[in-house]
């Protein structure tokens, strides 16, 4: 048997500059001196951004800017390559033909003056697949034999542009077609990432931070040993540094507990974009390419068995709505009509609680979303308020919700006192309390600001790792 392929994907800051490309490039040959490895490559660091930029300039007719945007672009990678060349002595050659075609899909924008879903997509796939050139290149200066490989031609996706979802049943064997033959021959392909093509061979995009998912498809029609994502921190950490400087590194995370984690805030990773890899039981690996030597996280569906609380995390923006009435008890159905009501306006309901005497509702929605639910929810309890069977409905702004995350507080007694206890020391009042059955998350809503103070001392209590 073939020794399996890891997956290394770069984010835009990893490939920021020549200097960022070598460095990745070393990472890669190192990589590959244990084992087959497929490289994913990001757009350089804001060049998507720039790319749409353009785009929507010439929609408005405004085409200097967008040819600007272009020459900025074009000069990028042209000194890219040359600091690539520098740092390697070997000649890098920048192939600008690309940016030909960029130069006219803007012409036929500001042309027409309209920006389809789908000519946004043909201009913002330009990124990687300018990218993805370099990286190679810059392996083959090193002496690792690689090759560019444009996914338009294995990643099969619907036609959403914008957002397009792969077709895994024609996508996985043109996956293993293309790359199988070039990893046993010792080849290291760099994949571009972010892109993909319709049915009716149209460029589509994967939603923005795309890389991560094309990486996450690979992994997966690969049976990856693993999907390294180098990016621009550490891993994933105990709590956000920003509250808790002390915060520490988790070095392994299950799946559940990352996707928690992410849920509540942390911006681990943007957990649907790698479900693929999930699924297929691929570990992700979250490594800092500034700081190599670090071990980084490893999400995986082992995670780290047996210990209680293992991150805290808070989100900010949310509103606390709240039905009271002593004629709400004993009356069923209430509850589904308030689910039915936020379903129906397209709310999404974050947590929720409601206490055994069934006086009181409550639901932590987006701040955004205030408004148009308390309409709606007056609306539906039109007749129940009349009759003073319900107070009506408040809300209050601005509420944080705080969570406790760790696989290993399921079954572990006294976790919640644990929780509450170092809350109310730190002095903070604590509106709405859930606890869901996978028992590996505690939530709470508090006000905003108490929000710091929350996590903080919540965050004493634990363990370090
Ligand atoms: N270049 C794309 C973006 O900026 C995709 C990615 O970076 O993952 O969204
Ligand atoms: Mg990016």
Known sequence: MSKPISVHKFGGTSLGSAERIVSAARLLQKAAARGPVVAVASAMGGVTDVLLQAARDAERGRLAPARTAVEAIRQRHLEAAQGISEATGKAVEFDGKLLAELTTALAGISMLRERTPRITDLVSSFGERLSAPLVSAALSALGVP?????????????????????????????????????????????????VGRSPSGETTTLGRSGSDTTAALLGAALHASEVVIWTDVDGVLSADP????????????????????????????????????IAAGVPLVIRNSFAPKGPG???????????????????????????????????????????????????SVVMFSQASSEQNIALLIPEADRARTVAALDQEFRYERLTGAMDGV?????????????????????????????????????????????????????????????VRALHETLAAE
């Open 146 to 194: 690689s090759r560019p490989v444009d996914a338009r031609t294995m990643i099969v996706t619907d036609d959403r542009h914008g957002a397009a979802q792969c077709d895994r049943k024609k996508s996985d064997p043109r996956i293993r077609r293309a790359l199988q033959p070039l990893t046993a021959k010792g080849v290291l392909p760099v994949v571009t990432g972010f």
């Open 242 to 277: 920003r509250i808790v400087p002390n915060a520490h590194l988790l070095r392994r995370l299950s799946y559940r507990e990352a996707a928690e984690m992410t849920y509540f805030g942390a911006k681990v990773l943007h957990f649907p974009a790698v479900l693929p890899a």
């Open 297 to 347: 996280t490893t999400i995986s569906a082992k995670g780290n068995p047996g210990r209680g609380i293992r991150a805290v995390t808070a989100i900010s923006g949310m509103c606390l709505i709240s039905l009271d009435g002593g004629g709400m008890a004993g009356i069923p159905g209430i509850a589904a009509r308030v689910f039915g009501t936020t379903a129906r306006i397209g709310v």
């Open 394 to 454: 408040k809300a209050r702004v601005p509420i944080a919700i705080v969570a406790a995350v760790g696989d290993g507080m399921r079954g572990t007694k006294g976790v919640a006192a644990t929780v509450f206890d170092a809350v109310a020391r730190a002095g903070v009042n604590v509106e709405v309390i859930a606890q869901g059955s996978s028992e590996c998350n505690i939530s709470f809503a508090v006000d905003e600001g108490d929000r710091a103070a929350a």
